[in-house]
């Protein structure tokens, strides 16, 4: 026993004499898209207000400079003024995005970050555009469950149709580009057509579901009424809205 | 008896009794389960994972012998042998008793896994006892598991919490992580079963319980009143006089070991003919 003890605590001490350990951090910050290159009275005016009304948003929270829209700022001069400015009101800027190369190079004399993360809305669309072409290029890509869906699975089918052989529980998530075959009882949620597909249909054996949707356009079990539960049936858009058939 | 066990070698089973929601039974369960198949003559050893509400060893009655504990074991400030309890009336039953001030955190995956290797060495059945939720302790609970015994009550949300805990048996554990093993063996044991509250539709059936978890049923408890003077004395209801949930949990045990009794429902009292007919027509 007694040697054990002393063994375990060595062992404890050579972990804790590590001098450091390094861990992900993901922070929000706060980034202010600067509008023109003059940053005059009427500049810092505007601030003040907007420091006035929301004080908490702004105060202490760490603070980007977008430049996407200045590309003109490229002084070393006119940019320390603006921080310093900024650091007057005690907002923390560390770092800019959206920069020039020359906007960079100014930027690190002022020890200011380049941060490419985080793209704002417009950029995301881009990116998503961008990947939907990807995405037509690569093949589809079905999917099939034979084993029952439980309760707080997610099955993402990202190209494709999705068929479940088997029943989907209540807290079940089935999600597909394509359509949705279940050969069994629906009891939790399906959504088809899920990057836009308007055409994507559900299928089911028996629909007892949470939440039907597709592209987007969805009904609750409380929407969907009792008249269609227990039914065997498909769900489909038509005139922008979600039609139940019972299949016969 | 000690001879015959070691001419043969210990199976070294590993059963996870779980459920997801909480109160539904299982600590009950392990116990009454444990005991009886030490009765069979198995040697049983059953383990509270439920660290910092530890309740076993009260239910087992053995509380006043807990000197170190599961923790203490994983943590190497005891030898396995120190911390296992020995019943009393049962002298192929032994209780590995839990922390009651740490928390999961205590708990590693390998701390658990070096337990329940050593175990596997010496017992034919080692009985899981799982916390509540589906946090560390229930997760490591189940890792490990060759069996496992999801208990459930025949009310909604008993029943689609236990449908989550069977997902991650189906994923979150060592055999459907290792892939080509068989799957962990997953049955239902429904408790506090009311037969009279059925038929007055204020609790699911059995055929509705077991079309939505889509796994075989192992047992059937009735809702008894000797469950609560069982657990209140210390004494798995198995051991204590008998009853229709003690006689209920036997099945169930000889199902576990692998023979096939067809599942009947058990009733507190048979009621006589005049309640039956006021029960009817209410």
Known sequence: ?248 | MTTQMKEKPPLGKIIVITSGKGGVGKTTSAAAISAGLAKLGHKTVVIDFDVGLRNLDMIMGCERRVVFDFINVIQGDARLKQALIKDKRLDTLYILPTSQTRDKDALTKEGVEAVLNELKEEFDYIICDSPAGIERGAQLAMYFADEAVVVTNPEVSSVRDSDRVLGLLASKTKRAESGSSEPVKARVLLTRHDQARIDKGEMMTVDDVLEILAVPLIGIIPESQAVLRASNVGTPVILDEPSSAGMAYEDTVARLTGQDIEIRIGEERRPGLLQRLFGRTS
């Open chain 1, 1 to 248: 026993m007694r040697t054990n003890n002393a063994n375990g605590r060595g062992g404890r001490a050579s972990v804790s004499a590590q001098p450091f350990q390094i861990r992900g951090r993901f922070i929000t910050a706060i980034a202010i898209r600067l509008g023109n290159e003059d940053f005059d009275a009427a500049f810092y005016e505007a601030l003040d207000e907007q420091l006035r009304q929301a004080p908490q948003l702004l105060l202490d929270a760490p603070l980007i400079l977008d430049l996407g829209m200045v590309p003109g700022l490229t002084e070393t001069a006119a940019l320390r003024g603006l921080v310093d400015q900024l650091r007057g009101r005690d907002l923390q800027v560390f770092g800019v995005q959206n920069v020039s190369d020359p906007q960079a190079e100014v930027a690190a004399e002022l020890g200011l970050i380049p941060v490419t993360i985080g793209r704002d809305i417009p950029a995301e669309k881009a990116g998503n555009g961008g990947r939907r072409k990807i995405d037509k290029l690569l093949p589809p890509d079905n999917k099939l469950i034979t084993t029952p869906v439980r309760s707080g699975q997610v099955i993402f089918a990202e190209r494709g149709d999705l068929t479940v052989v088997g029943s989907v529980s209540s807290g079940a998530e089935l999600i597909a580009s394509g359509n949705i075959h279940v050969y069994g009882t629906l009891r939790g949620r399906a959504i088809a057509g899920a990057h836009g597909n308007e055409s994507a249909r559900i299928f089911c054996l028996r629909q007892e579901a949470e939440l039907l949707a597709i592209a987007g356009v969805y009904r609750t079990s409380e929407s969907i009424g009792d008249t269609l539960r227990g039914q065997s049936l498909q769900v489909f858009l038509k005139d922008e809205g979600l039609h139940l058939e019972a299949l016969t």
